[in-house]
């Protein structure tokens, strides 16, 4: 009888009329999903391809990309923003705790600023096009032998071409402009590092709380499931579908993001099944809770604090991932994304070594920004990791 | 008589563990009635806290399993029922507090918002009204400045605090059972003592039933309308709280009671240890321990429950009480006949289960 108890005591049914699974955020962020999809569907299936999905107050054609990175913004809103605001009173105690790390709080005005600037700015922006004669422009203050640029757009002061205001950061061999191509990087690098941790986080959660407290079976399955995954060649099966189908974004993060969340169940699973034990878990069930309730409800919250802990580390992993595959010219050739941006500069580093650093900076900037907050994340919210 | 509110007839509990499989609960038999309090006594490990968490069947399943027994709950019996129909029964008409305050409430919600989850859980009331509600159990269960602290979270309580809180929780639909497991051992004494005078409080107030889990035998003096002695997972003796402190039959609860500083010429603690979980003796689960043990003890099985002095209510499972043996062997002529031989001394915690963490 033990063997086939399992599951039966994990009765997966909610008996209707009590206290919802789904808290009221839940709710809101479940309907504004659906109102998310119908759009969506709207836009797919109705407006011809070629129409942008909105005109007002830009004229922006919404991607699958866009799409997913809207219900990942969503997604921020609902789980950070939103809890962060309703918990005021935890929230002071944490950023109290958070403020001790001074690093980290420049590292998060920093990110904020290229997280908005990713944002918001290539909405504003067209994207840089050739424009050959604008080639090999110094950024701004600085000079380079006039014999670099074509044609240089400053003013040539001693054989030096000097930059201007009109291209800050200077340009590429193309002649992009490489502050416009860092903006829309910022975005690259966003919709990359967060996308990605929420498919990740998400699938995590679900799969280690759920095989944490169905323990038995539901545990062995999930867990021998986990182990194929890791091993699984992720890589391989990314180069192989660039190979057919040429690199895109939207592919590096789909599929990095539904094959790298094991990790993270193992991690969450550890933590829940520490937690499982706990008497409050006991006292839920006692008080009548039903298993996805205690889950969602109890457990969750719980191993919240480790999973944002590691979601933080695992962005930057993913940013510098994407900037390696692009940097190899395995990415997509469409977005300029940093690691793109990079490696075109890398032929002309002897003369225009502007090309390749100022994108590099931001990326080293970027990933030591992410690491830092982490850190400060990890001290404020789990404090038995202290180190 | 009434019929009972919760009659348990042979339970068995087993949980199947690496090391073979372990009788927590075996063979347990006792009734509660309507508002009367039921303490259940017994060291640590002897599956107090098994018994108590199968009868909502709160143990793990796997390992945990009901083997055996019925559970009869207001003409119920709970052993038949579908986790969906025990769900219901949880926490409203079979309410649980938990020994340990600090782990018995989440850390991340506020108390005020785990009392309306306890309300809501059962019943379909607005949040305004659920949370009047609590404010007033809040206010009932001795917090004070209820409003204010309502939406304080746990870490701001204290022990004593907490506990009340638990209660609260545990009393926000008006259970007819409460089953109360060592809710004062991680208390320091003068907490315990208002705790226990608020629990024999609100059981009037409310109109239920208690089944009391402790190990402290003051505790059982001070609250207990009848006792179940508990050793190894069987039930040792049993009785009406007056007739087991004046006349303590089994050697064990002899033992038990010598234990306790203060009687007779100074605590006595039990010698050897529990009995291996996986593989308990022969005979009566005691015998080892025993001083009285004859060959008789040694084997068959646990010895069935004899009648002390022809009182069915008041029943003991020991051969010397059985037909044609002579109970005086243990009772000895007078209070003090206990032999001393408490020299060799554990506290025998070598539990089958860590119950008392």
Redo the contacts between chains.
Sequence with gaps: ???G??F??V?W?E?G???STLSRRDWGALLTGLALVAVFLYDYLVLPGNRPTITFPVEWNVTQLDWLFVVTLLALLFYVAIPLYDNRR?TAYYWREFRKNRMAVLSLGYLLVVFLIGVVGPLFLDKPTLALDQAYQPPVYLGVDSTVPVNCVGEVVNGRCQGTMAHPLGTTGDGKDILVLVIYGMQVSMKVGLISTLLVVTIGTTVGTVAAYG??LVDELLMRYVDIQLVFPAFFLYLLLTYLFGGSLFMFIVIFGLTGWGSIARLVRSEALQRAE???I?????????TLYVIR??LV??VSNSVITAATLLIPGFILFEASLSFLSLGDPTVPSWGQVIATGRSDLSTAWWISTVPGVFLFTTILAFNFMGDALRDALDPRQET | MTEPLLSIRDLRTVF?TDEGLVRAVDGVSFDVNRGETVCLVGESGSGKTVTG?SI?R?I????G?IAGGEIVFDGQDLTAL???EL??????RI??V???PQ???????TVGWQIV??I???Q?VPREEARSRGLDLLDRVGIPEATRRFDD?PHEFSGGMKQRV?LA?ALATNPDLLIADEPTTALDVTIQNQILDLLTELQDEFDMSILLITHDLGVVAEVADRVVVMYAGKVMERGDVFDLFERPSHPYTRALLNCLPGRGDGARSIGGKLPSPTDPPDGCRFHPRCDYAVDACREGDQPPAYAVDGDEDHVVSCVHYGPGSDPSVVRGEDEEAVPADGGRAVDGDGGARGDDR
């Design positions: 009888m033990a063997g108890d399992t039966e005591s009765d049914e008996t009329s009590r206290l935890l323990s038995g706990e008497e409050y006991t006292a839920a069930r006692s008080a009548g809770a039903g409800r109890h919250p719980n | 199947h968490e909502t709160l793990r399943t796997p390992p399993e579908s986790e969906a769900r219901d029964l949880r926490g409203d309410a649980h938990f020994q340990n782990g018995a409430l989440n850390p991340v919600y989850e306890a809501q859980l059962h379909d979270y638990s929780m």
